[in-house]
């Protein structure tokens, strides 16, 4: 089994990279022969979408559409197709996922999906037909878990790119709220189960 888990925050070593890190442990203990690649996206050149059409347009039958633009990419897509399941980790920045990890989301849109005709025309569906996986993990510094479902858009985001680019079931995420008041620690072994959940 391939994990590939993307590292999505500005800050190294802090709250996301942490759990990510923890959720690559639990993945571990759970797979030991599990091969693991962690992306963090702060290390690659990724340049904004160009809404130029090129991947969308191309042949559907490919695996992997066509993207004009040329950087770290086109080195990242492959690595998705191949994984069989999926760790994202990501700040949420005014309810949703901070500009990093979307632009990194709307990279792998129309490259890794095909339009399609369900529910409705033009849709994206994933170009791929092998089952994946995929959980993520999302931090906010000042909202409680209590209030997450007022202001988190980031966990549909996710999820439903994982399902209509990567083919990837949803098995879960964990919302580590209110971080500058409560700190990280409770959220450690919660991380750990989650990559565990991931792989069985």
């Keep these: 089994m391939r994990v590939i888990a993307i590292m999505g925050s500005y800050r190294k070593g802090q709250t996301i990279d942490t759990l990510v890190d923890r959720a690559i442990e639990g993945v571990r203990g759970a797979r030991p022969d ?3 690649d ?3 996206l702060t290390d690659r050149h990724i340049e904004y979408c160009r809404n130029c059409g090129a991947c969308r347009r191309d042949d559907p039958e490919k695996s992997i559409a066509r993207c004009v633009v040329d950087d770290d990419m086109q080195q990242i897509l492959p690595a998705l197709c191949e994984a069989d399941a999926y760790i ?3 700040p949420i920045f005014e309810g ?3 500009a990093l990890t979307k632009t990194f989301l709307e990279r792998i849109c129309w490259t890794l999906a095909r339009a399609g005709r369900w529910p409705i025309k033009g849709c994206p569906e994933p170009r791929r037909s092998e089952k994946k996986r ?3 993990i999302l931090s ?3 909202i409680v ?4 479902r007022f202001c988190d858009d980031a966990t549909s985001l996710l999820r439903n790119t994982a399902g209509d680019s990567l083919n990837a079931r ?3 995420s964990l919302y580590a709220g209110g971080i500058e008041k409560v700190g990280i620690e409770r959220y450690l072994s919660r991380a750990e189960r989650l990559g565990e959940r991931l792989v069985r």
């Design 34 to 36: 599990a091969q693991i």
């Design 38 to 40: 962690k992306i963090v």
């Design 88 to 90: 994202f980790g990501a």
């Design 96 to 98: 949703t996922v901070n």
């Design 134 to 136: 995929a959980v993520a």
């Design 140 to 142: 906010t510094g000042i």
């Design 145 to 148: 878990p209590f209030f997450r």
């Design 170 to 172: 949803w098995v879960g």
